[in-house]
């Protein structure tokens, strides 16, 4: 993209948004670029990760291939190395049972999944009598690694084996069950899921967690849909056939939870690729009840969920093998968000129940961290219930007084912060005066635990810091500080000091009230060395 010189900067028109007036900015010094028209920002990583849809590993060997460089890669993943390998050769032999098993291979076919979507997510069988150990025998694969990455277990059921044991009595975990290979986002297969041919208990069963493999951590199909999920809102169902059969009617877009409650680690993944989820569970009372609980876990992560409620006694899979794509597709796009979900179906003719069903927003409110949303949404449940939005966001708690996060020094922890961002001595002093501490914002602590635990670490600056952000809304936030004039050390640590003694001066007026006096002491005492550091600091710099 062209980019022209403007003072200390490059200039162009941005490639994320359409506008006539150039506002993608370049930091060549620092290494990054923000868009102070739609907000993008980021390091150059980050620039070829959004624009050519790649993942870290291969967004740096783009680079390097446009440099003329070559990025030495690790040729074994350290100590984990013999799990990837054995869960990889297991897969495949997984993979070639089942065209050699007619009843798995039917029921495969009843479930109406093309070859193509069977080849694309290596689907398998595992056939009964422990086979798979027979062929371990007979190709000499180590049973010790098999144990360890859950493919074998001994007959009481224990897992676990230390190295070079040679050991009696083992058997196969899956037997006589359709496989799912789970794999990594970089596509190494780490687990299986299995689920049974018939009615038998328990219907699916997955690898137990390992070295390699921690179910919280993973989701069904994640490697497959992130080149989707970017640029279109994931869709999250409840099974492995759900996802399986959006993708077979041409749905590229779809995700699932490895059958377990959805967790904050799964919510946090997915949060790197999109800020906005569709839920799309089961239509009876009890998927209703697991897009409730989910919806929870999405908004405390950042997320915005929708959930695209299903007709009682259909799935996704269900729905979209009777009524095709575009009925499913139309009724994803008609997705209520959080508000309307929890209020479909309630009563609420009655004070009491209106009183329940805001306590439940309240709550769910409470949980959205980003003050504009929570406000956002606060607007629109206080007009639903004619109630005052204050109090909803006192609930929530957001208080009206400036003291909050939403307050005044919001805008000063953002100044502090970036400064800190900038060079490894500004980190150091961020770190030694214990800025993550004071900081009321709470988004902001993350970056500055990144900057207190990197600014030892060579070469530490903004781009450093940028790469080791995750979340996409927060990178965009950081890179426009990498704009900013840089204080010097001595400015820098004043204001720092300044801002420890206001919190201190906070925490010295909350002992006073709950009448401790020997903590306001304390505090009083820490604050006035402060302001005394702080004028000798100052009078030295003017002596100068």
Request: proline letters at 4%; glycine letters at 10%; aromatic letters at 8%.
């Amino acid at each position: 993209m062209p980019l022209k010189k403007a003072g200390r900067y490059y200039k162009g028109l941005c490639p994320f948004h359409s506008e006539r007036t150039p506002s993608f900015h370049v930091n060549q010094e620092r290494q990054t670029y923000h868009c102070f028209g739609c907000g993008a920002g980021g390091t150059a990583i980050n620039f070829v990760m959004v624009t050519e849809k790649l993942e870290f590993p291969e967004a740096v060997r783009f680079l390097a291939k446009r440099l003329g460089m070559t990025v030495e890669t690790e040729q074994a993943a350290g100590k984990n190395q013999g799990l990837y390998g054995i869960c990889e050769q297991v897969c495949q032999f997984f993979e070639q049972q089942l065209p050699k098993t007619p009843a798995a291979a039917a029921y495969v076919e009843r479930r109406g999944l093309s070859a193509e979507t069977v080849r694309r997510f290596r689907l398998g069988y595992a056939p009964a009598g422990n086979m798979l150990r027979g062929q371990a025998k007979r190709r000499g694969w180590s049973e010790d690694l098999m144990v360890q990455a859950g493919l074998l277990r001994t007959l009481d059921g224990q897992g676990t084996a230390g190295g070079g044991q040679r050991h009696e009595g083992l058997v196969d975990w899956f037997h006589g069950r359709l496989m799912f290979p789970i794999l990594s986002l970089s596509g190494k297969v780490i687990a299986f899921g299995g689920r049974v041919l018939d009615d038998s208990e328990p219907k699916y069963l997955n690898s137990p967690e390992t070295a390699i493999f921690r179910k919280g951590e993973s989701l069904y199909g994640v490697f497959q849909a992130k080149g989707y999920i970017r640029e279109q809102i994931p869709i999250l169902v409840e099974g492995n056939f759900d996802m399986l059969s959006l993708v077979n009617a041409g749905i590229n877009n779809v995700i699932a939870p490895l059958g377990t409650a959805f967790t904050p680690s799964q919510a946090q993944l997915l949060r790197r690729y999109n800020s906005r989820i569709t839920v799309c569970f089961d239509g009876d009372s009890a998927g209703r009840k697991a897009a409730r609980r989910v919806a929870e876990v999405l908004l405390a992560a950042g997320i915005e969920p929708q959930v695209a409620l299903l007709p009682d006694a259909t799935d996704p899979d269900s729905y979209v093998r009777e009524f095709g794509k575009e009925r499913l597709v139309e009724l994803l796009a008609g997705g209520q968000d959080w508000v309307e979900f929890v209020l479909a179906g309630r009563e609420l003719s009655r004070v009491a129940e209106q009183r329940a069903v805001l306590g439940e927003l309240v709550g769910l409110l409470r949980l959205i961290g980003d003050d504009t949303t929570r406000e956002l949404y606060a607007n629109r449940i206080a007009d639903r219930f004619r109630v005052s939005k204050a109090a909803l966001l006192r609930g929530s708690g957001q208080q009206k007084s400036g003291a909050t996060r939403g307050g005044p020094s919001r805008g000063v922890e953002e100044k502090l912060l970036g400064s800190a961002i900038q060079t490894p001595e500004l980190a150091r002093i961020a770190r030694d005066l214990r800025l993550e501490d004071l900081l009321q914002e709470e988004k902001l602590r993350p970056v500055a635990r990144i900057v207190a635990e990197h600014c030892e670490d060579s070469g530490f600056n903004a781009g450093l810091v940028l790469g080791l952000i995750r979340d996409d809304d927060m990178r965009k936030l950081v890179s426009a500080w990498t704009f900013e004039d840089v204080p010097t050390p001595g400015e820098f640590q004043e204001r720092v000091k300044r801002f420890r003694a206001d919190w201190l001066h906070r925490r010295l007026k909350e002992a006073d009230a709950n009448g401790d006096d020997a903590a306001a002491e304390e505090l009083q005492k820490e604050r006035s060395r402060l302001l005394q550091e702080v004028a000798k600091e100052r009078s030295a710099r003017h002596e100068e």
